[in-house]
């Protein structure tokens, strides 16, 4: 690298060079290579405003990320979890090449520090706690996500308006089919038959719980706090003339009451927060009839950590994905039997993948509806969200559950899998 | 009741009977009426030397126990747990009825006070010390159970000797079926293949590693340190002409050394104690290669709890069966990735029944081996272990792992069940 000559150009482009000192184009430089170091050298050139190049020495790379200003460079060099990813929103990062990859690498980079939490961690789950999920505290959460408009995630997630890990029976499923194969596995580990009463907890836009009255002739109470989401599934249950079989109850799971044959609950654990895990079992337990059954789906990790302080703060505020381990401090205290637990990880990488194909090829919609900096924004929490299953930094689990002593549970899991 | 008149019996009977207080008839009937009261009542009829009978009032009895002396009585009131154990086992109590179902009411009966570690529990915790799974320790322990000979777990166990959890992929199948067919579901979860490397953790009598080689065409390394297992497994290796692919090394998993595509551990966990797990995890994850699967099948529970002390004590030293969390705590510190947890507790009940029923027909020559105390000892110890699975008081895990970031994992289960 030449960062003399190249420093000239940096002073021209950005006009705050210092007046002494190292030259700001090698100093900027020296920050970002200590960070690729550190990131164990991926194939990855920084190209700065000023034209310096920051490529590794061993790799041809596959990955151009352009930074454009030096205010810029020094916020992603202090904080890059953070301030990476509002650069790339804001346009004052831009990547050429796969996001997802680069992401991917990133996340492999990150994988031989995970296991502790850095300081930084603590600090992050200390300022969490602004976003508690207390009764009011998920409330506010629920509402930044899931309220911004369901015209936006009708653009991207399909027929079934399903926001949570789809089931692929074969890589060759359309997204609907395999958000209906989700639909129906969930039901058959549960056994879900005619008549069966059911309470889910984080209905979403009340897929699943349409599909269980009309498929399997369940009754089927659906918790959810999402004002939009609870608006659209009641339209929805009304249309399908499902309204006599389902109830949509804006309220929190907490809330719940009564007994039922099946408990069910996709995707909300992640919003639930780890101090309520226990509560959440109690509201499991004195929810079940003698021979009840759950499911809870929920994105979870092979070790306790925060989820990626980036999406914590802009895209799902006080969010957390569990460990298995952690996700037993729902079931143990209440002495809650695990019957099954299936990881589908890579299905969560398909699903998502048919999501940002779908999100890109609506962007300028999307633009409308917003601006330039959230489709930025919701491009790179999907792409991220791929390279986090695709890599193993995330999990999904489906966990199955009974009482206690309940003994009219399947021998095999047979039938799952017969047609 | 007419405690007064019976107590004349009593007095002759055993002739120890105070000179003053309460009668001593009054006073154990007294006792063992709280037992039961305590246990929720169940229909059981204590009926004492001096032919004094202690019933519940609301229920016609299924079950008689006869207690042939005062100190009896009297130990298995203060300490019930041990002491009716020990006490069955010397023929000074009798049971007559249904052995099962008796201890099954009482598993029920103590399920309610389950989930908090007693007083007892805790010194039990601080007795059991001295049964700790160290190096030399678990030798010990283990030779304690598994090295008492050969031909008496041939006349119970079946051909297989296989001395864990079959699977029943019906209820039909027979013991030698569902045994062979545990071993194609451990090796259909690992996706065994030919020329694959397995190390196996507690092999028993050698019939998984064999089954490995001679099905699957797998090279296999087993360890166990029970000195009779290995002597019998080597033999059966040379018999069956794969001693150039099975080798049997008498050594403790601690010491496994080198690098595999399967690590396998089917009933070793309930004797590793808990804490020697996260050393357990770090021998998984060091002798797994990049896309390396382990499968551990172990019995466990719903929550943390101690194993029936009198099992601890008299059967199985230094055992422990742990709950899902628990088990966590090998996997997540080096960050194995959890790909499926099967609970296949009702195997197990099946898989007991039927070596009940072996040993139970084999019981002369089990006395012949030993003594009568041992007989109803055994006897006691599996009728006991079928209760604990039917009740929902023990669980049976397989978990199936992988390394953390391993992709080349089945999209679905489908594979284990297609024939």
């Not at 550190?38 to 190209?47: N, S, T, Y």
């Not at 190049?53 to 041809?60: D, E, F, M």
């Not at 804001?90 to 990859?101: A, F, H, K, Q």
């Not at 079940?288 to 990626?308: K, Q």
């Amino acid at each position: 690298m030449n960062a003399n000559s190249e420093s000239e150009a940096f002073t021209d482009f950005t006009g705050d060079a210092p007046a002494s000192g190292p030259t700001p184009g090698s100093f900027g430089g020296r920050l970002l290579r200590r960070l690729l170091s550190e990131l164990g050298d991926p194939p990855v050139e920084f190209i700065l405003w000023s034209g310096e190049r920051i490529a590794p020495a061993s790799s041809t790379p596959a990955i151009k990320i352009r930074v454009h200003d030096r205010a810029t460079l020094l916020r992603v060099v202090r904080d890059p979890q953070v301030q990476f990813g509002d650069a790339y929103a804001d346009g004052r990062v831009e990547v050429e090449g796969d996001l997802i990859e680069l992401i991917g690498m990133i996340y492999r980079g990150m994988a031989s520090t995970e296991g502790k939490l850095s300081l930084r961690a603590r600090l992050a789950g200390w300022l969490r706690r602004s976003q508690r999920n207390t009764l009011a505290g998920s409330r506010r959460n629920i509402h930044h996500h899931y309220d911004i408009g369901n015209d936006f995630y009708a653009l991207w997630l399909g027929e079934t308006m399903a926001y949570t890990c789809a089931y692929y029976p074969s890589t060759a499923a359309s997204l609907e089919q395999a958000q209906i194969a989700k639909m129906d596995h969930v039901c058959r580990k549960l056994q879900l038959k005619a008549g069966d009463s059911v309470v889910e907890a984080g209905c979403g836009w009340g897929s699943l719980a349409l599909h269980m009255a009309s498929r399997y002739g369940a009754r089927v109470r659906a918790f959810n706090i999402s004002r939009e989401q609870v608006a659209y599934a009641r339209e929805q249950a009304k249309q399908q003339r499902l309204d006599d079989r389902v109830e949509f109850i804006q309220d929190d799971y907490r809330n719940i009451s009564g007994r039922y044959d099946v408990f069910a609950s996709i995707g909300m654990l992640e919003h639930v927060g780890r101090e309520n895990y226990a509560e959440l079992g109690r509201v499991v337990r004195r929810s079940l009839n003698a021979a009840g059954r759950g499911l809870i789906h929920s994105i979870g990790r092979n070790r306790p950590g925060l989820l990626h302080p980036w999406i914590v703060r802009r895209i799902f505020p006080g969010a957390y994905a569990p460990s298995l381990g952690e996700m037993m401090q729902i079931f143990e205290p209440s002495g809650l039997s695990i019957l099954d637990v299936e990881n589908i990880r890579l299905h969560y990488a398909l699903t998502l993948r048919h999501w940002l194909d779908r999100y890109r090829a609506a962007e300028d919609r999307v633009r409308k509806m917003f601006d330039d900096t959230f489709v930025r924004m919701w491009r790179l929490y999907l792409a991220g969200s791929i390279a986090g299953f695709e890599t193993g930094t995330l999990q999904l689990f489906q966990v199955l559950f009974t009482t206690p002593d309940n003994n009219r549970i399947p021998l095999t899991r047979q039938h799952l899998y017969s047609s």
